[in-house]
Structure formats: C-alpha cells, structure tokens
C-alpha cells in the first residue's frame, strides 16, 4: 500500500490488541524514522512493548487500550510544524503496514516515558502505535468552504489537496487551518487559532501534497 492509499484508508484508533508488533514491521518502521530524522533534523524514536505510559486515568479519560508501543516525537523547540508534517509521514507509513495509530497529546503519562532529549530539543507528544481491536471510524468535517478560498477559479491539483486535507487528523478534531490558491502552483497554508493548531498544519500540509500530487507545488 502506497502513502496515498494509507491515507484514504487511515482512522484514528485508540484501542490495541495484545499481539506484539512483528520484528519485520519493527524494523520498517525504525527505517523509517531513520530516514525522516535524516531528511528533518528532527529526532523521533520507536518505543516498543512498554505499557506504563498508556496506564492510569489520562488513558482511561482518553478511551486507550492495549498500548504498549509508540513513537516518541522530539525535536528542537518551535519545530511543531515539523513535527506534524514528518510525523504523519510516520503514521501513514505505519497504516501502509498495518499498523493503527492515534495522535496523542495529553492523555497518557508523560513522566513514564523516557525519550532521549539532545541539547535545545524538547519532548512534543507521542503517536499511539499498534494493531488495532478495530479500524476507527471517519471524523467529522467543517464545510470545506471554509478551509479555502482563492481569487481565480482553482485547478483541479489545488482541490484534490484540499480534499486530501480534510483526511487529516487535527487536534479534539478541531480543523484550524485554511489554504488559499495563490496563482500558478503557489499555495499558502495558515494555522488558525486552536490547540495544537501549528502541529497540525504540518499535518495537513502532508495530506494536501499527497492528494495535489504536484511536484511544483510552492508553500508561500
């Protein structure tokens, strides 16, 4: 399964069986996150087989279950949009393999896990990781009206990511950002006011340019 498809298909899930994650899917996704580190200075890691941090009420209050594995998300400070964009590059590899997944920020406990943090980075949140009791269900959109505008009529590529877009998952599903047809192949995506709303544009950047698949595609 390809990236694309993985996003088409992909659901939040917060509910785990208890099988292991296979060593091949293991060491897939420690390629993976190799390469994104590479590629963005970031500095996430795999977190394998450790329950504690998905124990207690945040989790309960979070309706998580069965997680035993995540992937830590840590880079340098002011890198949420970074942070968002190559970490759902993570999460749809993850969905491409099999693998379910869930964003999340506040409900688990962050004093049980132990991420290795270099000088001027800081520990962001994790992504839930497992095999899922089940595939989740679609979130619920804003009109699409309001997450663009332009000023000439848009091509087909532009509507095609912003289509892409409403895939994403945001934070309490809130869908803060708006894109705006520049002209030409030039598009600007903003964060509006919301929790998390920077982390997600990132998101949903990553989504827009699967669905644009636009190689000429400028961010401005």
């Not at 190559?86 to 491409?96: D, H």
């Not at 009206?145 to 009529?153: A, K, R, T």
Request: neutral net charge; hydrophobic residues 35%; glycine residues 10%.
């Amino acid at each position: 399964m390809d990236l694309y498809k993985a996003m088409l298909k992909r659901n939040s899930v917060r509910r785990y069986t208890d099988e292991p994650l296979k060593q091949e899917h293991i060491e897939e996704l420690n390629k993976a996150i190799e390469k994104v580190n590479k590629e963005s200075g970031l500095h996430f890691q795999l977190a394998v087989n450790e329950p504690e941090a998905f124990q207690g009420k945040g989790a309960e209050y979070g309706h998580f279950s069965g997680c035993t594995d995540y992937i830590i998300c840590v880079g340098k400070k002011g890198k949420d949009e970074e942070i968002g964009y190559y970490g759902e590059e993570l999460v749809l590899t993850c969905q491409a393999l099999g693998i379910n997944s869930c964003w999340v920020a506040l409900t688990f406990n962050k004093k049980k896990v132990e991420p290795e943090i270099n000088k001027g980075e800081k520990f962001y949140l994790v992504i839930s990781i497992g095999y899922g009791i089940h595939q989740g269900r679609p979130h619920k959109n804003r009109p699409i009206d309001d997450v663009y505008s332009c000023n000439v009529g848009a091509p087909e590529w532009f509507m095609d990511g912003v289509n892409a877009s409403m895939t994403a998952p945001t934070a309490i599903n809130q869908q803060k950002f708006h894109f705006t047809y520049k002209g030409e192949n030039k598009v600007k995506a903003k964060a509006l006011i919301g929790p998390y709303s920077k982390m997600d544009l990132g998101i949903v950047k990553y989504h827009f340019e699967l669905g644009a698949k636009n190689k000429d595609l400028e961010w401005v």
